[in-house]
């Protein structure tokens, strides 16, 4: 079974850069995807093949993806951004999921 | 705007099985990937299963012999039924679209892709002993 790892928690002030990680085996090798959940919503794609936005969001918010770890990249980092993220991988056919990171906008 | 519906009881007792059902409305079922997810209250999010338009599927290998999933296109409704239920099974139910493919980049080798651009609202499903 394939493992992906994320922080339990990322704390980052207003304004500034937040990174969150998300760590596999050759995850490199396989397109990551981020969701970006807020308390009490569903899940929203913020990211898939690796850097790619949906249409509708924000240009802050960016990926990226080699060797070992993915990474979620959100540049002045807002108050709503305050969420749950997950990052997600495709492998063997199967939908695999990290443990999720919170991110706290202090 | 394509939207999805899940629906089902509520509440489901120990070792029967848990039935729902996701409506879409504003765009065809057809020549897409359909997925189920949930989310224990507090916890991650847990990928069920897919299904495809022409009835194929693939489940999470830890649920594979309790999941069952089909598709109804003249409805426009996928479903899933999970059995022998436990407390265990107590989450939140999300039904999702699914987006997939391959890619070749230059000299490199193939890379498959899959991710859920469109979302339910989520149901909640209590297993009661």
């Known amino acids: 079974s394939y493992e992906l790892t994320q922080p339990p928690s990322v704390s980052v002030s207003p304004g500034q850069t937040a990174s969150i990680t998300c760590s596999g085996d050759?995850?490199?090798?396989?397109?990551s995807s981020w969701y970006q959940q807020r308390p009490g919503q569903s899940p929203v794609l913020i990211i898939y093949?690796?850097?790619k936005r949906p249409s509708g969001i924000p240009e802050r918010f960016s990926g990226s993806n080699s060797g070992n770890t993915a990474t979620l990249t959100i540049s002045g980092t807002q108050a709503m951004d305050e969420a749950d993220y997950y990052c997600?991988?495709?492998?063997?056919?199967?939908?695999?999921f990290g443990g999720g990171t919170k991110l706290t906008v202090l | 705007q394509v939207h999805l519906q899940e629906s089902g009881p509520g509440l489901v007792k120990a070792s029967e099985t848990l039935s729902l059902t996701c409506s879409l409305s504003?765009?065809?079922?057809?020549?897409?990937?359909w997925s189920w997810v949930r989310q224990p209250v507090g916890k991650g999010l847990e990928w069920i299963g897919r299904?495809?338009?022409?009835?194929?599927?693939n489940y999470n290998p830890s649920l594979k012999s309790r999941v069952t999933m089909s598709v109804d296109t003249s409805k426009n409704q996928f479903s899933l039924r999970l059995n022998s239920v436990t407390a265990a099974d107590t989450a939140v139910y999300y039904c999702?679209?699914?987006?997939?493919?391959?890619?070749?980049?230059?000299?490199?080798?193939?890379?498959?892709?899959?991710?859920?651009?469109?979302w339910g609202k989520g149901t909640t499903v209590t297993v009661s002993s």
């Open positions: 093949q690796d850097n």
């Open positions: 299904i495809y338009t022409t009835g194929s599927t």
């Open positions: 997600q991988a495709w492998d063997s056919s199967t939908v695999f």
């Open positions: 999702a679209r699914g987006r997939t493919g391959t890619i070749t980049p230059a000299g490199a080798m193939a890379y498959s892709y899959y991710h859920m651009d469109v």
């Open positions: 504003g765009g065809s079922i057809s020549s897409f990937y």
């Open positions: 050759k995850l490199g090798d396989k397109y």
